[in-house]
């Protein structure tokens, strides 16, 4: 209590403001997507597990592709009413279409970024948006064999982690910049999950700075700004 009243006294904060509906309604509906999702990967894993396990019952083979069909149907009409909704609304609209000029990055993934973070309007830089994420650095220093390592808290918004990881697996193969990225932290860990967390992480600042200019995605930006200042 007392450190909580210090930090009222200190700071000066603003007034807590609501999401707008729509963000609400879209975040609720990449959400139900997402578990859809994983719900369909578990089956799936189920139906490889049965495929090559020994005298398994037709029956059980069949009622795993009908759930798995099911599912397919429902992730699809999540997916119908979500992009209807993003149409609803100019401003959403067009921010997901800035979005959408990242190679990798398709509507599903813009549309539940932007809600998940209530369009980015509460963040006043990108640090405060990967922080939200999970993307923050934690050093660990408990004992001397293992002083200096670091790796991401994961304590915040795990559906904004879930949204990156397949788009930057794809960013990292399409886009020169992301792909730079993962073979420069790849030759210098060689693990492979530190290179694909760091471009997860470049992909959401990437994200929340195209939302906030109102900018599409030019490549190789920072490279042509260095050579027309030269």
């Known amino acids: 209590a007392k450190v909580l009243a210090q930090f009222g006294v200190e700071r000066s904060h603003k007034?807590?403001?609501?999401?707008?509906?729509?963000?609400r309604k879209m975040r609720d509906l990449s959400r139900y997507r997402?578990?859809?999702?994983?719900?369909?990967?578990?089956?799936?894993?189920?139906?490889?597990?049965?495929?090559?396990?020994?005298?398994?019952?037709?029956?059980?083979?069949?009622?795993?592709?009908?759930l798995i069909a099911v599912l397919d149907k429902e992730i699809d009409k999540i997916?119908?009413?979500?992009?209807?909704?993003?149409?609803?609304?100019?401003?959403?609209?067009d921010c997901i279409e800035k979005i959408c000029t990242i190679s990798g990055v398709a509507i599903q993934t813009a549309a539940g970024l932007v809600a998940e973070g209530d369009g980015f309007l509460s963040f006043t830089n990108a640090k405060q948006l990967t922080s939200f994420a999970g993307y923050d650095v934690v050093h660990n220093e408990s004992g001397t064999s293992i002083k200096g390592q670091t790796h991401i808290s994961k304590k915040g918004n795990r559906y904004i982690r879930h949204l990156l990881y397949h788009a930057a697996m794809s960013a990292s193969k399409h886009v020169p910049e992301f792909?730079?990225?993962?073979?420069?932290?790849?030759?210098?860990?060689?693990?492979?999950?530190?290179?694909q967390v760091a471009v997860q992480r470049k992909l959401?600042?990437?994200?929340?700075?195209?939302?906030?200019?109102?900018?599409?995605?030019e490549p190789d930006y920072f490279n042509k700004k260095i050579a027309q200042a030269e």
Do not use: F, G
């Open 15 to 23: 007034e807590w403001q609501p999401a707008k509906k729509i963000y």
């Open 79 to 93: 997916k119908s009413k979500l992009e209807d909704m993003v149409a609803t609304d100019e401003q959403v609209s």
């Open 34 to 66: 997402i578990q859809l999702q994983e719900q369909k990967t578990a089956l799936s894993n189920i139906a490889h597990s049965k495929e090559y396990s020994h005298n398994i019952s037709t029956d059980i083979k069949q009622s795993n592709k009908k």
């Open 179 to 195: 792909k730079r990225l993962r073979d420069r932290i790849l030759e210098r860990t060689h693990i492979p999950m530190k290179a």
């Open 204 to 217: 959401l600042i990437l994200v929340y700075t195209l939302c906030k200019k109102d900018q599409e995605y």
